[in-house]
């Protein structure tokens, strides 16, 4: 294996668990549920491990919120979520 292949590995090895760290962080609940294919996705990408947790951690915590119970705004909309209901 040559050392620039070496270095990638290491670059991206200290990538994913910045990652890790930062977004079990962020939402605790991901403890060892990483989605890596993800995580492969914003490394990919050029991203800042940090900045890609925060992103995933903020949308795993919008998607697991209580669900909305919608009110009707007379429009079809919810108050609350904006939602068309
Ligand atoms: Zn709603």
Not at 29 to 54: C, M, P, Q, S
Not at 64 to 80: E, L, M, T, V
């Amino acid at each position: 294996m040559s050392k620039r292949v070496d270095t990638k590995i290491i670059a991206r090895s200290r990538w994913y668990a910045a990652y890790e760290a930062a977004l079990v962080a962020e939402c605790p609940r991901l403890a060892g549920k990483v989605d890596w294919d993800t995580a492969n996705y914003f490394f990919h990408l050029g991203r800042d491990a940090k900045e890609a947790a925060t992103l995933i951690a903020r949308r795993f915590n919008e998607e697991h919120k209580p669900r909305c119970r919608h009110r009707d705004d007379g429009r079809g909309r919810c108050i609350d979520c904006d939602e068309f209901i």
